[in-house]
């Protein structure tokens, strides 16, 4: 199923942030502030091997995104969802899709040796969408 | 215990939001993207009576926030912690403080009649603060 069009256009026509709630080991909550993909049908985040929120995204795989349009603050999405895919497949390349987008540099600069990237898929299950 | 320096410059030195995550009923996450306020010990946030996040502050106390700064994305707070008091005294009035920080008005201009609003208090268990 095509990835809600509102959503779409907040990832692909800024350079939208998004926030990425994880859960613990002990049920509790955690956000992390990431770049964010789509692939048409997911939002795709990508991350690195060792990472808590690689780990908590494999545990339970319930998330909830909000993704703010950097161009404006009261343009937003507040998705609720799941991982259903992950995959090391063309994950380092698309690090440096990325850093095209939010930083406009054809290679990631950050990547650190022995790093292994991950892609992760989230399925919307919900998504609440705010425009003022 | 005064309140984390990085993270009280970074919610008085600027208009950042923060992206704060609760946990719905089943303990699967939700994320908000709030405007956020400090009493110099804990963060602040301003809802309402009748929202799923303010329930989700009552039931499980446990929260998350990401605090960006507005004006450099790269400059973060990413905290855990709990909600540790909540009031409605004032809380009327905070909305209006709020709006003065970041809509530069005088008066809240959202209020609907029978809104009751809630001040919720979250004390951090953990900062992890990045700075690019």
Excluded: C
């Excluded at 969802?81 to 987008?101: M, W």
């Excluded at 406009?104 to 919307?124: A, C, N, S, T, W």
């Amino acid at each position: 199923m095509a990835l809600d069009e509102f959503v779409e256009n907040l990832i692909t026509g800024s350079k939208s942030f998004a926030s990425v709630a994880t859960l613990m080991k002990d049920g509790s909550p955690q956000v992390s502030v990431m770049w964010v993909d789509s692939d048409g049908e997911n939002i795709l985040v990508n991350t690195a091997e060792g990472r808590v929120k690689t780990d908590n995204f494999r545990k339970d795989k319930r998330v909830a995104l909000a993704i703010v349009d950097s161009e404006n603050p009261y343009r937003q999405a507040m998705i609720r969802g799941k991982v259903v895919e992950e995959t090391h497949d063309g994950a380092k390349e698309h690090t440096d899709k990325l850093a095209k987008k939010y930083l406009g540099l054809d290679e990631y600069p950050y990547h650190q040796p022995g790093d292994v990237r991950v892609i992760f898929k989230i399925k919307p299950d919900s998504v609440y969408k705010i425009e003022v």
